[in-house]
């Protein structure tokens, strides 16, 4: 039998946040797109999200967030994103792909877009205590009140004039089209039949 073990990493720094009152949030990425998870994440770790909300304090909840590794990207960003950084070295500057980084650790991914969506200030870092990722579906916070969160839906931009025009005439041409080959195909049964009579 499988037993799932847990890093010590997942739960470490939960004694240096005061848990009394947070809500243990649930995102689940699979399938939603980086940037939008990571907005709704760090609008619920500033507490914004909440009518309580002040610049100088914490008021955040705990955020889970599950299935890391099935995170969507839209455009060309699996290739054409880097994560850079420099050893310190002369001529050391590093970089990383996102598919390599998704290949490497997922939950790293999401950590840094969240990070980066965060005032830099002195909250930062319990903001970032307050933030737990997991590639899988499994966390080991089964014993709290945990709560899902719903993502809003995605708004989908609606199709520019010119290329609404353009796909309303693919779409007649091949129903044209469509309609030619049945044509074609019904004048040679026809014929045929003649023949055969």
């Known amino acids: 039998m499988y037993v799932f073990v847990f890093p010590q990493k997942a739960l470490a720094g939960l004694r240096r946040i005061n848990l009394e009152g947070l809500r243990w949030r649930v995102f689940d990425a699979k399938g939603q797109v980086l940037g939008r998870l990571a907005s ?10 909440k009518p309580t909300c002040a610049p100088n304090r914490d008021d955040g909840d705990m955020c889970i967030v599950l299935n890391a590794k099935d995170i969507c990207v839209t455009g060309r960003k699996l290739t054409d994103k880097f ?12 970089e990383r792909s996102l598919k390599d980084q998704m290949a490497k650790d997922p939950t790293e991914v999401i950590r840094k877009a ?3 969506m965060l005032p830099r200030n002195k909250l930062r870092d319990d ?8 590639a899988g579906a499994e966390h080991p ?9 719903i993502m809003p839906p995605r708004q989908v931009r609606e199709m520019r004039p010119r290329a609404r025009r353009a796909m309303i005439r693919a779409q007649k ?5 469509q309609g030619a080959a049945t044509m074609k195909k019904n004048g040679t049964e026809e014929e045929n039949g003649l023949s055969s009579a």
């Open 173 to 177: 041409r091949a129903e044209q089209q």
């Open 127 to 134: 903001r970032d205590r307050k933030l737990r990722i997991f």
């Open 83 to 94: 994560y850079r950084w420099h050893t310190g070295y002369v001529g050391n500057l590093k």
């Open 141 to 149: 916070f089964g014993d709290r009140p945990v709560e899902p969160y």
């Open 114 to 116: 969240v990070l980066r």
């Open 40 to 49: 709704q994440i760090s609008t619920v770790l500033q507490g914004k999200d």
